[in-house]
């Protein structure tokens, strides 16, 4: 064998060690990054919302409010879904009451705060983050549009922006701007039959709780948001089980295992394309060199 194929060879191996020590590395940190994103504030303290669909008329005047907040395209067009110009809809279901009528239940969509956030645990960048006062934020200037977040929602609330060059994320932020300034969301604030009431978490569940116990015939003995997929920071009351509302049915334990697991495929990944990167390197080596002789 030559000297240069040997010179070689060490150097490539050297790029492969280096490569795996790296690969460890970024799986070390982000885990780490996981367990930060996945932490979350005291759930007692975190800002929330509570949503009474018996209260909603289905005015949208919520959902038009979030589209000025924001500055999104076509403020005065009603949104029938979430997408990069909607960061909130109502929803329209027709449910069957006592009479052969169905009767309409409207229902506010928008992402769920949740205090153990799947699609900030599946970031690899540290795009999306739960802040300490409640919301889960989104910095684009980190995101590679790689849209795990998109994969791990269990709510299907981040959306893509398939017409930007970046390929943006889009989803509420609970207006963290207007929280900032000692302000509620848009969308609470536009609300003109209080089917919308901002607060602490704990205090809402309180309040959940007492409307409940006062008012068995009107609400179901649920509060969808307080225990499933670990808590949510928006909570709703329904008069109507909440799977006839299209919610989906999920554990009380908190889904950032889901996310993680993908996530945990990519070091995989990228271990399995070296080793075979290394395997081929050495095959044609080995032909080149049995042509020589």
Known sequence: MSAPFSCHRRRFLQWVGGALVWLGLERLATDRRVAAATRGPESDYAWAVLVDLTRCTGCNRCALACKTANR????????????SGAYSFVAEYKVAGDSADAASVFVKRQCMHCLHPA???????????????GPVVYDAAKCIGCRYCQYACPFGV???????????????ELCRERLAENEK???????????LQFGRRRDLLRQARARIRSNPDRYVAH?????????????????????????????????????????KQTPTVAFTVATLATALHFVMKRRTAANHH
Not at 72 to 83: K, M, Y
Not at 185 to 195: E, K, L, N, Q, S
């Open 72 to 83: 999104l395209p076509n403020p005065e067009q009603v949104p029938t879904g979430l997408d």
């Open 158 to 172: 981040p959306t893509y922006d398939w017409q930007n060059p970046l390929g943006l994320i889009h989803k509420c």
């Open 185 to 195: 969301p848009a969308c609470v604030d536009a609300c003109p039959t209080g089917a």
């Open 119 to 133: 699609c900030a645990s599946a970031c690899t960048v540290g795009a999306l983050r739960k802040t300490a006062e």
């Open 223 to 263: 509060i969808y948001g307080e225990h499933e997929a670990g808590g949510t920071s928006v909570l709703y009351l329904s008069s109507v089980p909440f799977a006839d509302l299209g919610f989906p049915a999920l554990p009380d334990a908190a889904v950032p295992e889901v996310a993680e697991a993908v996530m």
